[in-house]
């Protein structure tokens, strides 16, 4: 009889812990200089900077940022997981913990301003394509 009652009161405590358990939120910010940039994070386009977004797994990410009259950035950042988000932490901190973790990180962009040829070299670049047709 204790067996089978230490059985269901241990299977009852960790669906409490389930149910009541805390949670992680992961948020990402992405600041531009000049704001107002349009950032996309793996291809998928996220909004006008500043932007904050919400992320699922760590690791690495292609970042696209264009801004009319600026260069296009095409880079990729990494975010690092933090140490209670390792095996076997993390179902401590997921599950058991009762309090919400807040994951946020900032990440930093600085556009460089889109440098237009001059008229002569335009020039000369034209009839450079005009002698090879």
Known sequence: MKKCSLSVLLLFCLIAGVFLGGCVERRLTINTQP???????????????????????????????????????????????????????????????????????????????KKLPAREELIRNAQKLKKQL
Do not use: C, M
């Open 35 to 113: 704001q107002g940039a349009i950032v996309a994070l793996n291809d998928e386009e996220i909004g006008a900077s500043p932007v904050t977004v919400s992320f699922n797994w760590y690791g690495d990410y292609n970042v696209r940022i264009s801004k009319e009259g600026y260069e296009t950035l095409k880079t990729h950042r990494k975010l690092k997981r933090p140490w209670y988000d390792k095996f076997p932490w993390d179902f401590f901190a997921q599950i058991v913990n009762p309090k919400r973790i807040v994951d946020e990180y900032e990440w930093t962009f600085e556009l460089t301003e």
